[in-house]
T-cell receptor
Framework: EAQVTQNPRYLITVTGKKLTVTCSQN?????MSWYRQDPGLGLRQIYY???????DKGDVPEGYKVSRKEKRNFPLILESPSPNQTSLYFC???????????FGPGTRLTVL | AQSVTQLGSHVSVSEGALVLLRCNYS??????LFWYVQYPNQGLQLLLK??????LVKGINGFEAEFKKSETSFHLTKPSAHMSDAAEYFC???????????????FGKGTHLIIQP
C-alpha cells in the first residue's frame, strides 16, 4: 500500500530533551515536506526537500532540523524542544514539487 | 508569492442542504489549486485538484469545485450534505503550472464544516 508513515504518533516530552520524529514514504517521491498545524493557523511549512541531500527552510524553520540522506526518509529533529513547539506535525511527499501531496497520519507532540 | 483565504473558519449546514466552502487565492502566475479534507485524528486527504484543464473539477465523495479566474476563486460545493462530511477542509495553491512549485503548497487556514441533523 502506497503511504507515508510517521513515528511516533503521540509524544510527550520535556523542555530541552532532543527528539526525532521519523517520516518514511514508499512511493519513490522526490519531494518531501514537514508541516505543523496549530488551531486557527492552518498548516505552516517547516522544511522541505526537493531530493536527496537537498533541503530548504519553509515558513517556520526556527528550532527544527531535517536531513534527507535517503530518498524515502525525511526525519524531523528538535534539538532542544520548547513548549511553543507543542503542535500537530505532518509529513508529506509528492512526485513533484508543487503537485498533490500525500500526507502521513500526523504526530501530536506535547512539550512540557 | 501565493496566498489563500478561506472565508469562514466554521460553516454549519443542515443534513441534506447545499455545502459551499469559499476559497480565494492570490497568485501572479496560473495556479494549481487543491482542496483537502481532514477527518478527526487523521491526516489530510486530497478531495480534488485543478491543473488548468477543465474549470469545473469533480472530486471524491460528491464534491466539486469551479475555478473562476476573474474572481480568483476556487469554491468547494456539494449538493447535499451528509453527516459524514463533518471535517476540516483546506484549500491550497501552488505555482507548479508555471514551472515553479519548489516551496510546495500554500494552505489556507481551514474551514470546519459542521453538519446539523
Amino acid at each position: 500500500e502506497a503511504q507515508v508513515t510517521q513515528n511516533p504518533r503521540y509524544l510527550i516530552t520535556v523542555t530541552g530533551k532532543k527528539l526525532t520524529v521519523t517520516c518514511s514514504q514508499n512511493m519513490n517521491h522526490e519531494y518531501m515536506s514537514w508541516y505543523r498545524q496549530d488551531p486557527g493557523l492552518g498548516l505552516r511549512q517547516i522544511y522541505y526537500s526537493m531530493n536527496v541531500e537537498v533541503t530548504d527552510k519553509g515558513d517556520v524553520p526556527e528550532g527544527y532540523k531535517v536531513s534527507r540522506k535517503e530518498k524515502r526518509n525525511f526525519p524531523l529533529i528538535l534539538e532542544s524542544p520548547s513548549p511553543n513547539q507543542t503542535s500537530l506535525y505532518f509529513c508529506a511527499s509528492s512526485p513533484l514539487a508543487g503537485d498533490e501531496q500525500f500526507f502521513g497520519p500526523g504526530t501530536r507532540l506535547t512539550v512540557l | 508569492a501565493q496566498s489563500v483565504t478561506q472565508l469562514g473558519s466554521h460553516v454549519s449546514v443542515s443534513e441534506g442542504a447545499l455545502v459551499l466552502l469559499r476559497c480565494n487565492y492570490s497568485s501572479s502566475v496560473p495556479p494549481y489549486l487543491f482542496w483537502y479534507v481532514q477527518y478527526p485524528n487523521q491526516g489530510l486527504q486530497l478531495l480534488l485538484k485543478y491543473t488548468s484543464a477543465a474549470t469545473l473539477v469533480k472530486g471524491i465523495n460528491g464534491f466539486e469545485a469551479e475555478f473562476k479566474k476573474s474572481e480568483t476563486s476556487f469554491h468547494l460545493t456539494k449538493p447535499s450534505a451528509h453527516m459524514s462530511d463533518a471535517a476540516e477542509y483546506f484549500c491550497a495553491v501552488s505555482d507548479l503550472g508555471s514551472g515553479g512549485g519548489a516551496d510546495g503548497l500554500t494552505f489556507g487556514k481551514g474551514t470546519h464544516l459542521i453538519i446539523q441533523p
